[in-house]
């Protein structure tokens, strides 16, 4: 029983991460423009802090975009890790195509979500943004998965 639980736990966590990751998105999507703004720039003000950038409109925007877009970039690269490794855990033969097709529709969704809510918008640009992050989180945890199975595959040789 227990080597079974052992078996399905790479799969389980994946999922769990893939399910907390949507729904961070979802609650995300769902804020207002005003909420939105609030959210990021608690991070803007800790970087302009942080590297001691002038406090004008022109380094606040740029700040402001660059941390909104990495944020849109980083949460994707983590759905993207974590659809990669529950894909794969399931043994499909191309796990990377359902990945990517999740991870596209996601990033589309995420935007038109976004809509519905005041105060903001929707773009190709953030789907795109966002489907980098799918790629890039999908590929880190590809790399993963091929160096781990070459490692185990030299020392079952040994």
Sequence with gaps: MLSKVKSKLPM????TIVLITLVALFVFSGQDGDESSK????????????FSLPDDAETLNTVTLV??????????????????????????????ISTLIVG?????LNELQ??????????????????????VGSFIVWGIVKSVQKHWEIKKDC
């Design 39 to 50: 959210t990021s720039g608690v991070i803007v003000d800790f970087v302009i802090k942080l």
């Design 67 to 96: 941390v909104r877009k990495l944020a849109h970039f980083t949460i994707f690269a983590i759905l993207g890790a974590s659809l990669y490794a529950f894909t794969s855990s399931l043994l499909l033969l191309r796990p990377y």
């Design 12 to 15: 389980i966590i994946s999922a």
């Design 104 to 108: 596209l529709c996601a990033a589309a």
């Design 114 to 135: 976004q809509l519905s809510s005041a105060g903001r918008t929707a773009s190709i640009r953030d789907v795109a943004i966002d489907f980098g992050g799918v790629i």
